[in-house]
T-cell receptor
Framework: SQQGEEDPQALSIQEGENATMNCSYK?????LQWYRQNSGRGLVHLIL?????REKHSGRLRVTLDTSKKSSSLLITASRAADTASYFC???????????FGTGTRLQVFP | DTAVSQTPKYLVTQMGNDKSIKCEQN?????MYWYKQDSKKFLKIMFS???????INETVPNRFSPKSPDKAHLNLHINSLELGDSAVYFC??????????????FGPGTRLTVL
């Protein structure tokens, strides 16, 4: 069954605002990754956080991981129109040896 | 330079036909994947190959047959196409066998429409 559930399904904000997306999963993981998908394009890797890490930053991105709650969040600060895309979390566990993607959050940033 | 490329980008065909999608990566990666993304944007792995050997084979109908002539190519052949096969198919690659530490690089996708 599907591993990740993302919330919200869709998010609309103005440029300059922050966007927060959440991902919940069901079983223990070894790492969690976030990907972006622009309309009609393939996925682009954004950031990877390991199960022993709690927070990670990359530019305007901040990812947190709470393994006790089996959840992660992706924060995009000072959003831009170019951030408009779908964002997916993907979980990895050694025993399945594959990435399982969440349902995605569609982010719309209005100029 | 395109890292992971797929051809064709669009594929429209009739039920019952056989079709192939080609994928090539120029990243020197050892592992390649096929994913299917349905109309609700749900992305699911179908196959993975490492150095031309099948590693992951999800519960995909045997009408789907991946072929890896070398580690830079992973093609997907689909026999007897059905309406439910309509989706976007993504090829991806990574350096390592698993997603343990590695980024996966995705191709632009092939939108398959079965009429």
């Amino acid at each position: 069954s599907q591993q990740g559930e993302e919330d919200p399904q869709a998010l609309s904000i103005q440029e300059g605002e922050n966007a927060t997306m959440n991902c919940s999963y069901k079983t223990s993981i070894n790492n969690l990754q976030w990907y972006r998908q622009n309309s009609g394009r393939g996925l682009v890797h954004l950031i990877l956080i390991r199960s022993n890490e709690r927070e990670k930053h990359s530019g305007r991105l901040r990812v947190t991981l709470d393994t006790s709650k089996k959840s992660s969040s992706l924060l995009i600060t000072a959003s831009r129109a170019a951030d408009t895309a779908s964002y997916f979390c993907a979980t990895y566990t050694y025993n399945t040896d594959k990435l399982i993607f969440g349902t995605g959050t569609r982010l719309q940033v209005f100029p | 330079d395109t890292a992971v490329s797929q051809t064709p980008k669009y594929l429209v065909t009739q039920m019952g036909n056989d079709k192939s999608i080609k994928c090539e990566q120029n990243l020197g990666h050892d592992t390649m994947y096929w994913y299917k993304q349905d109309s609700k944007k749900f992305l699911k792995i179908m196959f993975s190959y490492n150095n031309k050997e099948l590693i992951i084979n999800e519960t995909v109908p045997n009408r789907f047959s991946p072929k890896s002539p070398d580690k830079a190519h992973l093609n997907l052949h689909i026999n007897s196409l059905e309406l439910g096969d309509s989706a976007v198919y993504f090829c991806a690659s990574s350096q390592d066998v698993s997603g343990s530490t590695d980024t996966q690089y995705f191709g632009p996708g092939t939108r398959l429409t079965v009429l």
